[in-house]
């Protein structure tokens, strides 16, 4: 059973930096890609970042600059280290393991809230 569980959300202001970790429990192939999602409320689960197998980085366009996704073969399989945080990065944020063609496993999430 993969379990994935997210820390490091909080609240901060804005022009502040958090950095969120998600660590994994069971067998995760090492194909999987790994990403971060987040989902702000009244709207739609959006891509924040993505790390594939091989190391390949995408960002969307509104975090672009200011986050940055690595991954970790340590306790924290894979980071989001955020900076110059904006009050619209408020948002629950989610760690996804993206494994075709079995699916996606998620964490539970983590609140951020970045105030004015």
């Known amino acids: 059973q993969v379990q994935l569980v997210e820390s490091g959300g909080g609240s901060v202001q804005a022009g502040g930096s958090l950095k969120l970790s998600c660590a994994t429990s069971g067998y995760i192939f090492h194909s999987c890609g790994k990403a971060w999602y987040r989902q702000a409320p009244g709207k739609e689960r959006e891509l924040v970042s993505s790390i594939s197998s091989v190391g390949i980085t995408r960002d969307a366009d509104s975090v672009r600059g200011r986050f940055t996704i690595s991954q970790d073969n340590a306790e924290n399989w894979v980071t989001l280290q955020m900076n110059s945080l904006k009050t619209e990065d408020t948002a629950v944020y989610y760690c996804?393991?993206?494994?075709?063609?079995?699916?996606?496993?998620w964490g539970q999430g983590t609140q951020v809230t970045v105030s004015s």
């Open positions: 996804a393991a993206v494994c075709p063609p079995y699916g996606t496993y």
